[in-house]
């Protein structure tokens, strides 16, 4: 099935491509491998808000049943992280998801979730993919039951045993952007004794013309409420709900490296461990460890693979810049309903503006930024190759100290400053990264990384 590109982040593509045919030979490709992995425990199929998805969901169910697996469906569509959640709280073989996340309306997709709950790792993909192309094979098993269940409670239940906060008094806004997390993360606020405003909280097929993607672009409607209505806290999450962002009074949509800093920094209040990022993800996660003697452990971009430093180091956080976070003692997999609650706790605790500043009075400004490159995937590995033969002994006037090549190129400098090229594992891109004490410093960073990569795509 030519058509079919399954990887970590399973398969996503337009409508027309992603069609009801193909979305089964992906379930059976999934039923084979449980079956012949030993698995027999149900499987659980989750879906997004988008109209085309249930249908979806549906198909796979049949697929699914029709190997004698039996199947669990939410009552309603669903966040994704629920689902990471219900596959380790009820003990399944694993689950399928279908949603496009964060892409425009005319998009859809199907992800596998191992038994784990966290993302699944390229070999299990790997084995997956391989099965794309087998003819189907039922098995002679009878055929497995369909039962809905409920989702949200049990979330809703842990995430308040593992974040103990009472909200009383803090006014929160949740931005659904049309996905998901309308009536879950708003009410696992409100349950820990929030005053909650929502917007965009209603399912639209088209999410209002704006992909669910909860950028800086993307979410004036959400910094406009928190102004009207005073608001301590803005909370936007995707289309299903499994990255955040925030919005606070003063600074309006707050860069997701200064979010992660306050969450580790409110952690560590009252907890110790290190903490888990990305490659592109910023070093002032690194000096609040260092403050509280604490390490922190780099990753490839990627939630998989701080899924993994995450059980390896039995890690307080971990994240990445792009928005996606998980805690010690949840599942493995990043959870904006979650962190949407632990947001708020630490801003019930202290003022999120507050907190921030606090935290770059302490450890120094940050300002970082990223551009994107168009690259066919063809190509990537090609302009990777090239630009190691490319790199310079200098960057934007400083010198390079150290050379990271963990996922890409990424340039230390000596004013502390760095640059991080690599190709986007999503995207038909080289993403370009920069980080550096000011604005000025930190474009002057991207465009020395434009010129250096633009010439050999």
Same mark, same amino acid.
């Given at each position: 099935?030519?058509?079919?590109?399954?990887?970590?982040?399973?398969?996503?593509?337009?409508?027309?491509?992603?069609?009801?045919?193909?979305?089964?030979?992906?379930?059976?490709?999934?039923?084979?491998?449980?079956?012949?992995?030993?698995?027999?425990?149900?499987?659980? %199929?989750?879906?997004?808000?988008?109209?085309?998805?249930?249908?979806?969901?549906?198909?796979?169910?049949?697929?699914?049943?029709?190997?004698?697996?039996?199947?669990?469906?939410?009552?309603?569509?669903?966040?994704?992280?629920?689902?990471?959640?219900? !596959?380790?709280?009820?003990?399944?073989?694993?689950?399928?998801?279908?949603?496009?996340?964060?892409?425009?309306?005319?998009?859809?997709?199907? =992800?596998?979730?191992?038994?784990?709950?966290?993302?699944?790792?390229?070999?299990?993909?790997?084995?997956?993919?391989?099965?794309?192309?087998?003819?189907?094979?039922?098995?002679?098993?009878?055929?497995?039951?369909?039962?809905? !269940?409920?989702?949200?409670?049990?979330?809703?239940?842990?995430?308040?045993?593992?974040?103990?906060?009472?909200?009383?008094?803090?006014?929160?806004?949740?931005?659904?952007?049309?996905?998901?997390?309308?009536?879950?993360?708003?009410?696992?606020?409100?349950?820990?004794?929030?005053?909650?405003?929502?917007?965009?909280?209603?399912?639209?097929?088209?999410?209002?013309?704006?992909?669910?993607?909860?950028?800086?672009?993307?979410?004036?409607?959400?910094?406009?409420?928190?102004?009207?209505?005073?608001?301590?806290?803005?909370?936007?999450?995707?289309?299903?709900?499994?990255?955040?962002?925030?919005?606070?009074?003063?600074?309006?949509?707050?860069?997701?490296?200064?979010?992660?800093?306050?969450?580790?920094?409110?952690?560590?209040?009252?907890?110790?461990?290190?903490?888990?990022?990305?490659?592109?993800?910023?070093?002032?996660?690194?000096?609040?460890?260092?403050?509280?003697?604490?390490?922190?452990?780099?990753?490839?971009?990627?939630? =998989?693979?701080?899924?993994?430093?995450?059980?390896?180091?039995?890690?307080?956080?971990?994240?990445?810049?792009?928005?996606?976070?998980? !805690?010690?003692?949840?599942?493995?997999?990043?959870?904006?309903?979650?962190?949407?609650?632990?947001?708020?706790?630490?801003?019930?605790?202290?003022?999120?503006?507050?907190?921030?500043?606090?935290?770059?009075?302490?450890?120094?400004?940050?300002?970082?930024?990223?551009?994107?490159?168009?690259?066919?995937?063809?190509? =990537?590995?090609?302009? %990777?190759?090239?630009?190691?033969?490319?790199?310079?002994?200098?960057?934007?006037?400083?010198?390079?100290?150290?050379?990271?090549?963990?996922?890409?190129? =990424?340039?230390?400098?000596?004013?502390?400053?760095?640059?991080?090229?690599?190709?986007?594992?999503?995207?038909?891109?080289?993403?370009?990264?920069?980080?550096?004490?000011?604005?000025?410093?930190?474009?002057?960073?991207?465009?020395?990384?434009?010129?250096?990569?633009?010439?050999? !795509?």
């Amino acid at each position: 099935m030519d058509a079919i590109s399954f990887g970590t982040d399973g398969w996503r593509a337009t409508l027309d491509v992603f069609t009801d045919d193909r979305v089964r030979v992906v379930g059976q490709a999934v039923a084979d491998y449980l079956r012949d992995e030993g698995h027999d425990a149900p499987v659980l %199929i989750g879906y997004d808000a988008r109209p085309s998805s249930e249908g979806f969901a549906d198909s796979l169910a049949d697929v699914l049943t029709g190997n004698g697996f039996d199947v669990l469906l939410p009552q309603r569509d669903c966040p994704t992280p629920l689902v990471a959640h219900a !596959i380790v709280d009820r003990g399944l073989s694993g689950a399928l998801m279908i949603t496009a996340s964060h892409n425009p309306a005319e998009y859809n997709g199907v =992800k596998f979730i191992p038994a784990d709950g966290a993302p699944a790792l390229p070999e299990v993909t790997d084995a997956v993919a391989d099965r794309l192309a087998d003819p189907e094979r039922l098995s002679q098993a009878e055929r497995g039951t369909v039962r809905r !269940i409920d989702l949200a409670t049990p979330h809703a239940e842990h995430a308040r045993e593992l974040i103990n906060a009472d909200l009383s008094g803090l006014t929160v806004v949740h931005d659904a952007m049309h996905g998901s997390g309308r009536g879950v993360t708003d009410e696992l606020l409100r349950s820990a004794g929030a005053d909650v405003v929502c917007v965009r909280d209603d399912r639209d097929p088209e999410f209002g013309g704006t992909p669910p993607e909860p950028s800086a672009e993307n979410l004036g409607p959400l910094v406009r409420a928190v102004e009207r209505h005073d608001a301590d806290l803005g909370v936007a999450n995707d289309g299903d709900s499994d990255r955040v962002a925030f919005v606070t009074p003063e600074r309006g949509h707050l860069d997701e490296n200064l979010f992660f800093a306050a969450a580790y920094d409110y952690l560590l209040e009252s907890d110790s461990g290190p903490a888990i990022r990305t490659v592109s993800t910023t070093f002032l996660i690194d000096r609040i460890a260092e403050a509280h003697g604490e390490a922190v452990f780099e990753t490839a971009v990627g939630f =998989k693979w701080v899924a993994e430093g995450l059980a390896e180091h039995d890690a307080l956080i971990g994240g990445e810049e792009s928005g996606g976070f998980s !805690i010690r003692g949840h599942v493995r997999e990043k959870d904006g309903v979650l962190m949407g609650l632990l947001g708020a706790a630490a801003a019930a605790a202290e003022p999120m503006d507050e907190r921030v500043d606090r935290l770059l009075d302490a450890h120094g400004d940050i300002v970082a930024g990223k551009i994107s490159l168009e690259c066919s995937d063809s190509e =990537k590995a090609r302009v %990777i190759e090239e630009l190691d033969d490319a790199l310079p002994d200098q960057v934007a006037g400083r010198e390079i100290a150290e050379i990271v090549t963990l996922d890409g190129f =990424k340039l230390l400098l000596e004013d502390g400053s760095w640059l991080l090229v690599r190709p986007s594992g999503t995207e038909p891109a080289v993403r370009v990264y920069a980080e550096a004490a000011s604005q000025e410093r930190a474009d002057a960073l991207l465009s020395a990384g434009r010129d250096l990569v633009a010439p050999l !795509i």
